[in-house]
C-alpha cells in the first residue's frame, strides 16, 4: 500500500513538472502611470485604481549605510524624510491592506509584483505601519517571495517601500 502511494505522488509530480506553465504576467495597461526619476532611484510608481503613488524602487539609504534594511522605527523616519529623495510631501509607510494591494500572484516567479513598475524589488519581507493587535512591538507586512503577509518584532530589519 505504502508503495502504491509513492509510486501515485511520483507519477503526479511527474506531470505536474510537464504542464505548460503560464507566462509571467504583469498589471493590465495603464494600472500604474511609472515616473523615472533622474537614474537615482527616485521614480515614483502611481497607482490608477487605488490612487496611491508609491515608492519604485526599495529603500535607497539606510541609517548606518550598510544595507538598505531598517528596523520598524527607521523605516518610518526613513518614509517621513523620503520627500527630498522623490519629492513632494505627506510619504509614509504603508498599511497592510495598502502593501497586500501591489502584490501580484498572476506572477509565476518570485518576486510577486509587477516588474515593470517595481524592478529589482527582492523577494523579501516589506514593512508596514500595521501594528499586530495585541503585539505593540510587532508589525505586519509583506513577503514579496510568495505574496503573503506576516508579522514580525520591530527591531527586525526589513524592507521598505513608502507610499502617499
Not at 510537464?18 to 509571467?24: E, I, V
Not at 509607510?93 to 518576486?111: F, G, H, N, Y
Not at 515593470?116 to 517571495?145: C, D, I, K, M, Q
Amino acid at each position: 500500500m505504502k508503495n502504491n502511494i509513492i509510486h501515485i505522488l511520483g507519477a503526479i509530480s511527474i506531470v505536474m513538472v510537464m504542464l505548460p506553465r503560464p507566462a509571467d504576467a504583469n498589471a493590465p495597461a495603464g494600472h500604474y502611470v511609472v515616473t523615472v526619476g533622474s537614474g537615482t532611484g527616485n521614480g515614483t510608481v502611481y497607482d490608477t485604481k487605488s490612487k496611491l503613488t508609491w515608492q519604485q524602487t526599495v529603500s535607497l539609504y539606510n541609517v548606518d549605510l550598510s544595507s538598505n534594511t531598517y528596523n520598524w522605527d527607521s523605516a518610518e523616519t526613513y518614509c517621513t524624510n523620503v520627500g527630498a529623495i522623490l519629492g513632494g510631501t505627506g510619504w509614509r509607510l504603508p498599511t497592510i491592506k495598502e502593501l497586500m494591494s501591489i502584490v501580484d500572484l498572476s506572477q509565476t516567479t518570485a518576486p510577486m509584483i509587477d516588474q515593470n513598475a517595481f524592478p529589482s524589488t527582492p523577494s523579501e519581507f516589506f514593512w508596514s505601519s500595521s501594528v499586530v493587535v495585541g503585539s505593540p512591538s510587532y508589525r505586519w507586512g509583506v513577503s514579496f517571495l510568495w505574496g503573503f503577509t506576516m508579522n514580525t518584532a520591530t527591531r527586525g530589519r526589513s524592507y521598505v517601500r513608502c507610499v502617499r
